[in-house]
């Protein structure tokens, strides 16, 4: 599942980028701007009355047929996967980007200048810790179509290899991987979008392709280059003369390397995988990666990670000696039998701990907690939660049995089952954000019989007792 690791980041101070949507031929302004911790990625249109705020989040994408597009309300953000790759690649965790049109500026057809304006702007980091999904497990999608299929399986970081067969004599099959994020800036940013010559006929036809030209895509040339298309290209490009160069791609460009195409599917990926809302500790695997292969496997494994976070019983071993039993407990807390709700620590960290209670028909409160029908009551569970936070907590001071631990507050209580005599409770609590000041707060979820029975988030204060 999920663990916190590190800090979070966002950028230092605002940049702002001006140029052509590749799609609309719009001049726009793009500026990203700080945020605070957990906001993500969101984009804004500053042009529209409200500016409302589309979230880049897998759900919201309506189609895929010339880059990738959310909508939110009817507003609409277009070709938001370079800009994307880009945060994801320099890992900034939050960011709002601002914009007056509806398409980021395509630039080179790469994440280049959106990198070098983000580490203009300086990274940044917040206080909260990050959360990051840990697979455990293979994850995949086959879009049987087209045969493309994406797999995603347990590495110990996020690495990305995406496989490409064009099909076609001038490109053919490629292969780029990376197996750090920080390989990203020097080996993948700089990978342009491209074309075939048919696509770019087609596109031309239809009028969508207004903010091309020949320094922002590549141009494959599949097939024989009549006059006719010639002209049609010379007068889309503004260019005078435009030729076939020896590797096959219209000339006034440069391949940044061999296997920039490949490259570019894998910048692709980042910036499609960045819809799922979380970072990835895993390895993904493309074979012919598209834009709704893409953010098909992101919805699918969007759908995996909120479902494991709501439901994910911790794999633990109730017969393993345990970290702390219950004497230790109590050397640490100070409640004593019948208040003492924890009977055993069986992890501890300096992010999380889980700890464990047995449910039995001696409980005290069963005795009016319903007579004929006894249930453990809501606020006990989310007592117990808090006990064993306090554990978390107490562990950070070197004289736990100096200090008393106080609930501050509780939110976003949930009560999902009942708990029974005969339960085995299991608790979970992590680390929102860092301890400062003997302040901690932990979302706590509690656990019997393979379900998840209740959650909340809980903020605590450890005090230092005075003495007499």
């Not at 099909?167 to 990376?178: D, F, R």
């Not at 006929?201 to 239809?206: A, G, K, V």
């Not at 000339?251 to 296997?259: A, M």
Request: one cysteine or more.
């Amino acid at each position: 599942m999920s663990e916190a690791r590190a800090q979070q980041c966002t950028i230092a101070k605002e940049v702002t980028l001006t140029g052509v949507g590749l799609h609309t031929g719009s001049n726009v302004t793009m500026t990203f701007k700080p945020a605070n911790e957990n906001h993500g990625y969101k984009f804004k249109r500053v042009d529209l009355e409200g500016a409302p705020i589309i979230d880049a989040d897998a759900s919201l994408v309506i189609n895929t047929q010339r880059g990738t597009n959310l909508e939110k309300n009817g507003v609409a953000i277009q070709t938001t996967e370079h800009v994307l790759a880009a945060c994801v690649g320099l890992e900034i965790d939050n960011i709002l980007i601002e914009l007056d049109a509806s398409e980021p500026p395509i630039m080179d057809g790469s994440s280049k200048f959106f990198v070098e304006a983000l580490e203009k702007a300086g990274i940044q980091q917040q206080e909260e810790c990050r959360q990051e999904y840990i697979v455990k497990e293979v994850i995949s999608y086959v879009d049987e179509e087209s045969g493309s299929e994406i797999i995603l399986m347990p590495a110990d970081e996020y690495q990305v290899t995406a496989m490409v067969d064009f099909g076609t004599k001038v490109l053919g099959t490629q292969n780029a991987s990376i197996k750090h994020l920080s390989e990203f800036k020097k080996e993948i940013s700089d990978s342009r979008t491209f074309s075939f010559l048919h696509e770019i006929e087609m596109l031309l036809e239809h009028g969508l392709i207004k903010g091309g030209d020949l320094n922002n895509a590549i141009v494959y040339v599949d097939k024989e280059l009549s006059p006719e298309t010639m002209d049609k290209l010379r007068v889309a490009f503004n260019k005078d003369h435009i030729a076939i160069k020896p590797n096959g791609i219209l000339d006034n460009l440069t391949l940044h390397h061999p296997n920039e195409a490949a490259r570019h599917k894998l910048l692709d990926v980042i910036g499609d995988l960045a819809l799922v809302g979380t970072r990835i500790r895993g390895k993904i695997i493309a074979n012919k990666p598209g834009h709704y292969v893409n953010t098909q496997f992101a919805k699918k494994l969007q759908k995996i990670i909120k479902t494991e976070r709501r439901n994910h019983v911790p794999q633990v071993d109730l017969h393993a000696p345990p970290v702390k039993d219950v004497n230790q407990i109590m050397e640490m807390l100070p409640h004593r039998p019948p208040f003492l709700l924890v009977d055993k620590i069986l992890e501890l960290t300096d992010q999380y701990v889980i700890g464990m209670k047995n449910v039995t028909m001696n409980e005290p409160f069963f005795v009016g907690h319903f007579p004929g029908a006894p249930v453990m009551p809501g606020v006990l569970q989310i007592e117990a939660m808090a006990q064993t936070g306090g554990i978390l907590v107490l562990s950070t001071v070197p004289d736990p049995e100096n200090y008393l631990t106080y609930l501050l507050k509780i939110d976003n209580v949930r009560y999902k089952q009942q708990v029974v005599p005969g339960d085995t409770l299991i608790f979970r609590l992590d680390l929102m954000s860092p301890i400062r000041r003997g302040i901690c707060q932990m979302q706590a979820r509690a656990y019997a019989n393979g379900r998840l029975v209740s959650e909340a988030e809980i903020m605590a204060q450890i005090v230092k007792v005075k003495n007499n």
